[in-house]
């Protein structure tokens, strides 16, 4: 088959075991597990925001009750048994029978064209919400009918309130009578919005300007077998998907109507992070953003549960987590092509984990002249450069890392010897045998950062190889760690299809090139608005730590990535600088950047805009994040007037 990295599970698995076969638990546990301990996953309007690739329509596809019938009749497989699990601990599953029945409404341009429609507000959005409420019980009913299942006999509905006026609106209890009616009102709906010319008001009929709510009816689903006395009760959930395809006030509207404590069936409402306002986007301000666009809708802290699949409080975790799921799925993805399971390779890891190349022999003795010559002119005697290389030897009999070959230590060296001339007073050379500098000159994890960079930008050394290192350049983003894996499992495949002698590992120095080059190729494809002042953005950011990380003294290890910005500035940026506040709103909604808040360093409370993986990829920078440039807003604003539409 073809590379299944290079095509998004939900487009091209259309198959549902299939889809099953690669999907991972790991983002349920981690977002949606905390929610559901609370309580608050299925008995309120729940808000999924994250970026384009975050994993949002895959959850979505996980938790339809199609899928989940699925794994519950195929829980010997081991990969089913781990999914089953995360939707146990969800609450989507009990005891490994399914408790909630869901359904996905991808809300396209068919909504959106409802806004267009020529008829007061109210009846515009009262066509949307009852065509939302006709389909969401037609795809709960047909999916409990999904081969020959249940029959429409066997399902009725459990009302919240069972006064003759609201049951006579959807119809009724029975499975047969709620489900030709929500057809009835889904046809005439749809006719009214599929019109190449929208009918008068005067002439719509009856039946689709009248009360339909069966969201604010039905309690539970009940489904029995005929010929049986018990019978399974299910939460009806529906999850609209894509919701920022929606006019920003219709959306807002139908967060409002959503929120309602009224509704009884569970909602789930997904979007991307761009379609938020920039102080939301930017400051984690949703729960209590009352733009004017949304100062309609509901106190979101109060009646909505939002997740957020972007986590900002513990990058670290986040970090460690998405490396265990990028592993699980590319593993899985792998085993879908057959040239790998014949070679019997299983794990992305085992191919991409590669030793370091140092720089050519030629160019490691030329890099021994530049440090004598170094030496000599910082006047640092022989000892002292002795001493340095002792310190530096220290380090590495306690470092994790394997890569301590001649070329970094001397680059670690040069680095030392920078800092000892810059901390020891300028006095004679036979003086400084005796002195010590003003602090000690230490070799550590951050020295050997920063001397493999310069490295890599002096001598093209490979910097960027391994599954770590692919899994930080993707921003923990499941798409882009997907785009950047398909381009190295690409040539993997071609080096066994030629039967390389190497085998199918990738070489460093051929994964680093591929990766940076990969990368460049996504930024030159980026298509999202405020594209340009992006990119000027970030390549202006980029230039700047480009040029400390090379400092000769290394002040900041491997070097920034980030801007830093005071958290007062910051916050102000809205209001200051609304321009820019659309940029960087654009920026984090498409990994370009990330917005880390409250940052303390030097008894301040920074705010650091750093850059996206892809871009660190692009421009040759540093993966450790916490090292920054102090700027101001001004700075960022001044980055991008340049480069203005």
């Not at 299925?42 to 384009?52: E, I, K, W």
């Not at 009248?210 to 604010?216: A, D, K, L, N």
């Not at 400092?551 to 070097?559: N, Q």
């Amino acid at each position: 088959m073809s590379n299944p990295f290079e095509k998004r599970a939900t487009e091209y698995l259309r198959d549902d075991e299939a889809f099953l076969s690669v999907v991972t638990p790991a983002p349920l546990f981690t977002f949606f597990e905390p929610k559901a301990k609370d309580g608050v996953l299925f008995d309120r309007l729940v808000v999924v925001v994250g970026t384009p690739g975050s994993g949002k329509t895959t959850i979505a596809t996980l938790l339809q009750y199609k899928t989940m019938d699925i794994l519950r009749r195929t829980t010997g497989m081991e990969n089913h048994k781990e999914l089953v699990h995360a939707l146990n601990r969800c609450g989507a599953m009990r005891d490994s029978e399914i408790v909630v029945c869901g359904c996905r409404l991808a809300l396209e341009s068919e909504y959106r064209d409802f806004w267009e429609l020529p008829y007061p507000e109210s009846v515009r959005t009262g066509l949307m919400h009852s065509l939302l409420q006709a389909r969401a019980v037609i795809s709960w009913i047909q999916s409990l009918r999904e081969g020959n299942a249940h029959s429409l006999e066997e399902i009725e509905i459990i009302p919240k309130d069972p006064s003759p006026g609201r049951l006579a609106q959807i119809g009724g209890v029975s499975g047969p009578a709620v489900y030709s009616r929500a057809c009835e009102m889904e046809r005439e709906i749809y006719r009214i919005g599929s019109a190449l010319v929208a009918p008068k008001l005067e002439v719509l009929s009856r039946l689709a300007l009248e009360g339909y709510s069966p969201f604010e009816v039905i309690d539970k689903l009940s489904v029995r077998r005929t010929g049986s006395g018990s019978a399974r009760e299910l939460q009806p959930l529906v999850i609209l998907d894509d919701a920022h395809s929606l006019h920003p006030q219709q959306l807002a509207e139908l967060l409002r109507w959503l929120a309602r404590r009224e509704q009884q069936a569970s909602r789930w409402v997904l979007m991307r992070l761009d379609s938020q306002t920039p102080q939301a986007a930017l400051l984690d301000s949703f729960e209590n953003d009352q733009s004017e666009e949304t100062q309609r809708g509901p106190k979101i802290a109060r009646e909505v549960t939002t997740i957020w699949l972007q986590r900002k409080d513990d990058r670290r975790t986040q970090r460690t987590q998405f490396r265990s799921m990028a592993r699980q799925m590319a593993d899985r993805y792998l085993r879908l092509m057959e040239i790998f399971n014949r070679g019997g390779i299983t794990g992305l890891a085992s191919i991409l984990d590669v030793p370091a190349e140092p720089v050519s022999i030629g160019r490691e003795k030329e890099l021994a002249k530049r440090v004598l010559r170094i030496q000599e002119e910082l006047q640092i005697p022989a000892a002292i450069r002795k001493d340095l290389e002792k310190e530096i030897a220290g380090y590495f009999e306690g470092a994790s890392s394997e890569d301590n070959a001649t070329d970094v230590r001397l680059a670690m060296l040069r680095i030392l010897m920078h800092r000892f001339a810059k901390r020891t007073p300028q006095v004679g050379l036979f003086e400084a045998e005796d002195l010590e500098p003003s602090r000690p000159v230490i070799a550590n994890a951050g020295i050997a950062d920063g001397a493999r960079i310069q490295l890599m930008h002096e001598y093209g050394r490979p910097y960027y190889f391994g599954i770590d290192t692919l899994c930080d350049g993707s921003s923990e983003n499941a798409e882009i760690f997907l785009q950047l894996a398909g381009r190295l499992v690409s040539l993997c495949e071609t080096r066994i299809i030629r039967s390389n002698r190497s085998g199918p590992s990738l070489p460093a120095s051929l994964q680093h090139k591929e990766l940076r080059q990969k990368a460049e190729e996504m930024i030159d494809d980026w298509r999202f608005p405020e594209r340009r002042q992006v990119k000027a953005l970030v390549d202006g950011i980029a230039a700047e730590c480009i040029t400390k990380a090379l400092e000769p003294t290394a002040s900041l290890g491997g070097g920034p990535n980030a801007f830093g910005i005071l958290q007062e500035a910051f916050e102000q940026i809205p209001k200051t600088h609304p321009h820019l506040a659309e940029v960087l709103k654009y920026g984090v909604g498409y990994n370009a950047i990330h917005v880390k808040q409250d940052h303390g360093t030097k008894h301040e409370s920074w705010c650091l805009v750093e850059l996206g993986g892809v871009a660190i990829l692009k421009h040759g920078l540093s993966f450790r994040r916490g090292n920054f440039l102090e700027r101001t807003s001004e700075d960022l604003a001044h980055l991008i007037e340049g480069d203005a539409p």
